[in-house]
């Protein structure tokens, strides 16, 4: 098993551009979801998926958006970025939310927005 | 929502000394708190958890308590060593699926252990 799969790694964007981050996992788990981690804030939730089709909002969602039509892809678009969404952004997955599973954490994807 | 404090934001102790690393919560319904290990550039990993109808867990030198009636929870780590130098999350959720599965995070407690 990969696990839970993030790309890019590293981008870097103008304010303004929009794109999109990956995230896959291959371990047929329900729950997905998007964190952001700055400095002394700890790891915030953007949005998240209990399964395909379904998705909510988290603590921060303002400027993006998800969408869930397969069990194993959850990608975050940020529709115009900004210099406050330069972040480090995981991407995570349980087999149905926090109760009973360790959430798995892919690797990351680090975005600078100038 | 629930709301999750976490102290202190940073802590240095000595080689084979015990760190604690403290956590209160808001929700009284919250009945889940894993703990989070994350080392420099890398992604967050679970190293303990623990659940509300549990006092105490132990795993080797890791151990989590847990006071439902203070609704607050701690991490202690005895005889540390180099390698547990590493920023550490609490943790809480009101795991029955849906919104109360979402994990939320404190802010951190980045740990130095001194050689």
């Known amino acids: 098993n990969a696990g839970v799969t993030q790309t890019p790694k590293f981008q870097v964007l103008k304010t303004g551009q929009s794109m999109t981050l990956q995230c896959a996992q291959d371990?047929?788990?329900?729950?997905m979801s998007w964190y952001r981690q700055d400095p002394g804030m700890g790891l915030r939730l953007i949005h998240y998926?209990?399964?395909?089709?379904?998705?909510d909002q988290g603590e921060v969602p303002n400027g993006y958006n998800v969408s869930r039509s397969t069990t194993e892809d959850f990608p975050l678009r940020l529709l115009s970025a900004a210099p406050s969404q330069t972040s480090v952004y995981f991407c995570?997955?349980?087999?149905?939310?926090?109760?009973?599973?360790?959430?798995?954490f892919g690797p990351g994807t680090r975005l600078l927005v100038l | 929502g629930e709301n999750v404090e976490q102290h202190p934001s940073t802590l240095s102790v000595q080689e084979g000394d015990s760190a604690v690393i403290k956590c209160t919560y808001s929700?009284?319904?919250?009945?889940?708190f894993p703990w989070y290990k994350q080392e420099l550039g890398k992604r967050p990993q679970l190293i303990i958890d623990?659940?509300?109808?549990?006092g105490e867990k132990k795993d080797q030198r890791i151990a989590v308590t847990l006071n439902k009636t203070a609704k607050h929870f701690s991490l202690h780590i005895t005889e540390t060593q180099p390698e547990d130098s590493a920023v550490y999350f609490c943790?809480?959720?009101?795991?029955?699926?849906?919104?109360?599965?979402?994990?939320?995070f404190g802010k951190g407690t980045k740990l130095s252990v001194k050689p």
């Open positions: 995570a997955s349980s087999y149905f939310g926090g109760r009973t599973e360790t959430q798995y």
């Open positions: 371990m047929n788990h329900e729950y």
């Open positions: 998926s209990v399964g395909a089709g379904i998705t």
């Open positions: 929700d009284s319904a919250s009945n889940y």
């Open positions: 623990i659940r509300s109808n549990v």
């Open positions: 943790a809480a959720s009101n795991g029955y699926g849906g919104s109360q599965g979402n994990l939320i």
